[in-house]
Each structure stands twice: as structure tokens, then as C-alpha cells.
């Protein structure tokens, strides 16, 4: 069965500042999906971004963007010029790529506080 | 905007009295999830709805139900609340249509159980 392992329950960062989000996962697929979803306070979770295994290239969106260590299974995110919005629980998650509805299992979360 | 829509926010039974939580959804999704979620853990599925095909997770207490009467609404349905069973719960919808396959999530019932 496929694992996520998220080894910070809490980090901080001073706003405008960078900070890296560890992930590491354990799979015997080849192909799969990668997440990370922020869910804020009191409020629904929401996609930040996604990379598909066999590219190799690193997913960017804006501000947010991942190193995908593939062998290492390691997949963090980095957050840059960090702003007080980002404050939220982050969640890694995995998912395989057959089948039509296979659940995600994502890790236990790390909480980002942003300080002023 | 096409959105997942938990109703309501907040819900208060009372131990052993059933509770019902909505879910809908513009999205035009074929499938929906319900997970639960208790304080500073990652969401727990409970099962999912392929379509009109009910799949349940191995380890979901029989205390949990679902319907789906059509493509927009899902129910979780708890037949006897127990102190154990307060807790967020989330659902999800994603389209096996796109290539990604992602989870769009609702905003959450938070379960209070007195």
C-alpha cells in the first residue's frame, strides 16, 4: 500500500520570506500523481499544486512550486515571498494513475504559520 | 461558479440520534467522496461513488451510510452518532474525464455529537 510521510507537523516563516515543505511518499507504481492541497482555517481545502511522475519537469504555479525527487520519492514545496494568506494546514498527497477513482492518500499535514 | 456546496456548516445532534449531512455540486462530476476529517489529522475516506456504483472502505463503520440520488447530491447518512463520530467531514467530487483526476473539495460539515 502507498504511504505519505509528511515529517514537519508545524512550520513558520516570516512573511516575504521562502520555506520548504517536506514530502515523501513509498510506491511500487511508475506513474502516478502528486498534490499538495492547502486547506485553510475553517475553510474548504483547495488544489495548490499537482505533478505527474513521469514528467520530469518541476511543476511552478506563481509562487508555489515543487522539487520532484523521483528516485528519492521526495516531492516538497516551496513557497516564495510567503504571504499571510498562506497560512494553512498543507497536505501531500498521492494517487495512482489506473483506474477512475482512486482514492487520494495523503500524508498528516504540516502547519504553516506566517509571521508579520 | 461551478462549486462543491456542504450544507450545513455546522450540525449539533445528540448521541444516537441520526444526522444527515448534504453534499452538491455544479461540477457535472461523476464521482463523489466523503472523507472524514478529526482535529489536526488528514482526511480519512470514508467511501465514494463511481457514477451510480457505491464503494465502501474497508475499515468505514456500518454506522455510515451514503446515497446518491442523482449526479448533484450525495448524503452521509449517521445512523447512531456516537462522542467518536464528531468530527469534519468532507466531500469531494473529481471527473475521471480529466487528466488529472483531481479532488475538488467542499468546505466541510463539522459534526458536533452532545
Same mark, same amino acid.
Given at each position: 500500500?502507498?504511504?505519505?510521510?509528511?515529517?514537519? #507537523?508545524?512550520?513558520?516563516?516570516?512573511?516575504?520570506?521562502?520555506?520548504?515543505?517536506?514530502?515523501? @511518499?513509498?510506491?511500487?507504481?511508475?506513474?502516478? @500523481?502528486?498534490?499538495? @492541497?492547502?486547506? #485553510? #482555517?475553517?475553510?474548504?481545502?483547495?488544489?495548490?499544486?499537482?505533478?505527474?511522475? @513521469?514528467?520530469?519537469?518541476?511543476?511552478?504555479?506563481?509562487?508555489?512550486?515543487?522539487?520532484?525527487?523521483?528516485?528519492?520519492?521526495?516531492?516538497?514545496?516551496?513557497?516564495?515571498?510567503?504571504?499571510?494568506?498562506?497560512?494553512?494546514?498543507?497536505?501531500?498527497?498521492?494517487?495512482?494513475?489506473?483506474?477512475?477513482?482512486?482514492?487520494?492518500?495523503?500524508?498528516?499535514?504540516?502547519?504553516?504559520?506566517?509571521? #508579520? | 461558479?461551478? =462549486?462543491?456546496?456542504?450544507?450545513?456548516?455546522?450540525?449539533?445532534?445528540?448521541?444516537?440520534?441520526?444526522?444527515?449531512?448534504? /453534499?452538491?455540486?455544479?461540477?457535472?462530476?461523476? *464521482? =463523489?467522496?466523503?472523507?472524514?476529517?478529526?482535529?489536526?489529522?488528514?482526511?480519512?475516506?470514508?467511501?465514494?461513488?463511481?457514477?451510480?456504483?457505491?464503494?465502501?472502505?474497508?475499515?468505514?463503520?456500518? &454506522?455510515?451510510? %451514503?446515497?446518491?440520488? &442523482?449526479?448533484?447530491? /450525495?448524503?452521509?447518512?449517521?445512523?447512531?452518532?456516537?462522542?467518536?463520530?464528531?468530527? =469534519?467531514?468532507? /466531500?469531494?467530487?473529481?471527473?475521471?474525464?480529466?487528466?488529472?483526476?483531481?479532488?475538488?473539495?467542499?468546505?466541510?460539515?463539522?459534526? %458536533? *455529537?452532545?
Amino acid at each position: 500500500a502507498q504511504t505519505v510521510t509528511q515529517s514537519q #507537523p508545524e512550520m513558520s516563516v516570516q512573511e516575504a520570506e521562502t520555506v520548504t515543505l517536506s514530502c515523501t @511518499y513509498d510506491t511500487s507504481e511508475s506513474d502516478y @500523481y502528486l498534490f499538495w @492541497y492547502k486547506q #485553510p #482555517p475553517s475553510r474548504q481545502m483547495i488544489l495548490v499544486i499537482r505533478q505527474e511522475a @513521469y514528467k520530469q519537469q518541476n511543476a511552478t504555479e506563481n509562487r508555489f512550486s515543487v522539487n520532484f525527487q523521483k528516485a528519492a520519492k521526495s516531492f516538497s514545496l516551496k513557497i516564495s515571498d510567503s504571504q499571510l494568506g498562506d497560512a494553512a494546514m498543507y497536505f501531500c498527497a498521492y494517487r495512482r494513475k489506473q483506474g477512475g477513482s482512486e482514492k487520494l492518500v495523503f500524508g498528516k499535514g504540516t502547519k504553516l504559520t506566517v509571521n #508579520p | 461558479d461551478a =462549486m462543491v456546496i456542504q450544507n450545513p456548516r455546522y450540525q449539533v445532534t445528540q448521541f444516537g440520534k441520526p444526522v444527515t449531512l448534504s /453534499c452538491s455540486q455544479t461540477l457535472n462530476h461523476n *464521482v =463523489m467522496y466523503w472523507y472524514q476529517q478529526k482535529s489536526s489529522q488528514a482526511p480519512k475516506l470514508l467511501f465514494h461513488y463511481y457514477d451510480k456504483d457505491f464503494n465502501n472502505e474497508a475499515d468505514t463503520p456500518d &454506522n455510515f451510510q %451514503s446515497r446518491r440520488p &442523482n449526479t448533484s447530491f /450525495c448524503f452521509l447518512d449517521i445512523r447512531s452518532p456516537g462522542l467518536g463520530d464528531a468530527a =469534519m467531514y468532507l /466531500c469531494a467530487t473529481s471527473s475521471t474525464g480529466t487528466g488529472y483526476y483531481i479532488q475538488y473539495f467542499g468546505a466541510g460539515t463539522r459534526l %458536533s *455529537v452532545l
